[in-house]
């Protein structure tokens, strides 16, 4: 069955060079057969229209356009290619004595190629999340400059490419595994995140791991706290949202998996207001359990005039998000490793309590999204090897410890494990990660 697709897809792309190819360059059997105009704008259309159909099934619109404005490309580069050398060629027969012919055969050829191009362009620009705001722009500029983009084409086409086959594949394997819903647990799932964002309905903290989450059989809930406040008064709001869940669910339990700084909010929950009784798990990611030296450092250089104008700033724009009482200073005083020494002791690890934590390291800056490829530098002075914020030595907590990074000089970062940014790294699938790791909490009647 996949031979037969496979033989479909080469046929119609095939199918599609051919038919460019020959719109193309139908100038002088235009000219010849005049009959044969409408046939060839038919066929412009057509060609156009040809690379949307695909034997294969995908996720959703999004990744069929996207496949649709790859193949366009596709067939853009190759027939372009052949209609140059078609025009080289006959150069040699037209000139000097037809070079107005040759010249409006070659205005046709370039009018029929833009078309399929900004098809092609347009459908990956506006569906394609790998290629990112950066390498969009790149692609504006490099491509007003000869060869250059020629070559960022081709980079184009090899992450749309990878994409839509990643995604695919992804969508399938879900298909196959649908009915054993293998991350449908006892308890649901409760997704905490860190400092400085919040649970937004249109751009989850969280990316894509909560649909995926989701198609696995899981029922995910958020901690909805606020974007910056202290430890204390995270933990608050936390306790409440959990006995909040348990009263509307019935549900007994949950279980927290906290990112960055919602992992010790959670562990003071726990340890100091009376919800123990209603976690089953808490999974903190690249929690700072240790603290952050380098947020001593920025507390202690740093004015406090210029501390306090930019919590102002801060905490006036959150206020117009939803956070009733936004704290910046309070935030980042309980992230130096001062106070977290002092938290730590305060915050054993509970019993009754499954505890694993989970870190991961950023191999080089300039892999790092803004602003971690900023501060890895000056985490590194101060923490050693880090994800971009915290570093490597902070994140070790609880029963079991799981350290992720990938080879090369790519690394996985702070951001990375929360799929902040969208993007599919090469040796790290973030989604398939947490599906596992949901997966495990189910083994193990949680």
Not at 142 to 170: C, D, N, Q, W, Y
Not at 330 to 358: F, N
Request: charged letters at 20%; one cysteine or more.
């Amino acid at each position: 069955m996949k031979y037969n697709k496979d033989l479909i897809e080469k046929l119609i792309y095939l199918i599609n060079i051919v038919l460019v190819c020959v719109c193309a360059n139908c100038f002088y059997l235009a000219k010849r057969f005049p009959a044969l105009i409408p046939v060839f704008a038919v066929g412009l259309i057509f060609s156009n229209f040809l690379p949307m159909y695909s034997a294969n099934n995908f996720p959703n619109k999004q990744m069929k356009i996207c496949n649709h404005g790859t193949k366009c490309l596709k067939v853009f580069s190759l027939s372009v290619m052949i209609s140059i050398v078609y025009h080289i060629v006959i150069i040699f027969y037209l000139f000097p004595i037809q070079w107005l012919q040759w010249i409006l055969s070659a205005v046709i050829c370039i009018c029929v190629e833009s078309i399929i191009f900004w098809n092609g362009i347009i459908s990956v620009y506006s569906t394609s999340l790998q290629l990112g705001i950066k390498l969009r722009v790149l692609g504006i500029i490099f491509g007003m400059i000869p060869v250059a983009h020629l070559l960022m084409l081709g980079k184009i086409i090899h992450i749309t490419s990878e994409e839509v086959r990643f995604e695919t594949e992804k969508y399938k394997i879900n298909m196959t595994r649908h009915d054993e819903q293998r991350c449908d647990t006892k308890y649901p799932i409760l997704l905490v995140h860190g400092v400085f964002f919040r649970d937004f309905k249109y751009f989850n903290y969280w990316g894509r791991i909560p649909k995926e989450l989701i198609e696995n059989g899981a029922q995910i809930y958020y901690g909805e706290h606020q974007s910056a406040a202290s430890v204390q008064a995270s933990a608050a709001e936390l306790a409440e949202r959990i006995k909040k869940i348990i009263q509307e669910t019935d549900c007994e339990k949950v279980n927290i998996i906290a990112h960055s700084k919602g992992g010790i909010d959670c562990r003071y929950a726990i340890s100091h207001t009376d919800i123990a009784q209603y976690v089953a798990s808490l999974t903190t990611i690249n929690t700072p359990h240790r603290g952050c030296k380098f947020a001593d450092y920025l507390l202690n250089k740093v004015p406090k005039s210029a501390q306090q104008k930019l919590a102002n700033t801060y905490n006036t724009a959150l206020r117009k998000f939803g956070d009733k009482n936004p704290d910046f200073i309070a935030a980042v005083r309980d992230l130096t490793s001062e106070r977290c020494m002092i938290l730590d002791q305060m915050m054993p690890v509970p019993k009754g309590i499954v505890c694993s934590s989970i870190g991961s390291k950023l191999n080089h800056a300039t892999n790092g999204k803004f602003p971690l490829n900023f501060s890895y530098y000056l985490v590194k002075h101060f923490d050693g090897s880090n994800d971009g914020l915290v570093g490597e030595e902070s994140f070790r907590w609880g029963e079991n410890y799981t350290f992720l990074t990938v080879k090369g000089k790519r690394g996985i970062s702070h951001g990375d494990m929360i799929d902040l940014n969208r993007e599919n790294i090469p040796g790290f699938d973030v989604r398939e990660f947490y599906v596992k790791l949901v997966c495990n909490l189910k083994r193990q009647g949680l």
